[in-house]
Nanobody
Framework: VQLQASGGGLVQAGGSLRLSCAVSGLTTSDNFMNWFSQAPGKEREFVAGIKWREGTKRYADSVKGRFTISRDSARAAVYLQMSSLKPEDTAVYYC???????????????WGQGTLVTVSS
């Protein structure tokens, strides 16, 4: 599978941004699509995940109620709608596939390049 993330940028605190991840080459093993974030000097962290076929969603506690993951099977894309952004959301965001539901970067199988989100205070 090949993944390509886009949509990052600079936004003020309280603002919104939508990230997109173009997906190609899906296999039957690519059951989940995920978003991770990596802030400067920190480890890559799970943000949200969606089961590709059923659409079941999971979120990190830090983004529940603010971020929404979705997928468009026809367009082969995954999205992350981010609202009520905070300066601490500043990070490089990556989309990644996995065979099972994951809560850490260890379980991810394939990665797209990151897209930088900067939230100013």
């Amino acid at each position: 599978v090949q993944l390509q993330a886009s949509g990052g940028g600079l936004v003020q605190a309280g603002g919104s941004l939508r990230l997109s991840c173009a997906v190609s080459g899906l296999t039957t093993s690519d059951n989940f699509m995920n978003w991770f974030s990596q802030a400067p000097g920190k480890e890559r962290e799970f943000v949200a995940g969606i089961k590709w076929r059923e659409g079941t969603k999971r979120y990190a506690d830090s983004v529940k109620g603010r971020f929404t993951i979705s997928r468009d099977s026809a367009r082969a894309a995954v999205y992350l709608q981010m609202s009520s952004l905070k300066p601490e959301d500043t990070a490089v965001y990556y989309c990644a596939s996995s065979n099972v539901a994951v809560s850490s970067a260890v379980g991810a199988v394939a990665w797209g390049q990151g897209t930088l989100v900067t939230v100013s205070s």
